[in-house]
């Protein structure tokens, strides 16, 4: 299952640079992630600062 970016997301961009498949990028307000694309490795929620991204 895809992770998913909520609302607290500051859109520091942490998160999309760690991500080995390029599914995260930058939206209107914050951060969103190709569900597509994520193949659920965590290595995004493991380095967003304000814990915002989640199993989805």
Known sequence: ?????SDECI???ACE???PNSAISEGDSQ???DANLC????A???A???DAISAG
């Open 44 to 46: 995004c929620a493991d």
């Open 48 to 50: 967003c600062p304000t």
């Open 31 to 33: 951060y969103v992630i």
């Open 11 to 13: 859109s520091c961009g």
């Open 39 to 42: 193949d659920s490795c965590g």
């Open 17 to 19: 640079a760690t991500c």
């Open 1 to 5: 299952m895809a992770y998913k970016i």
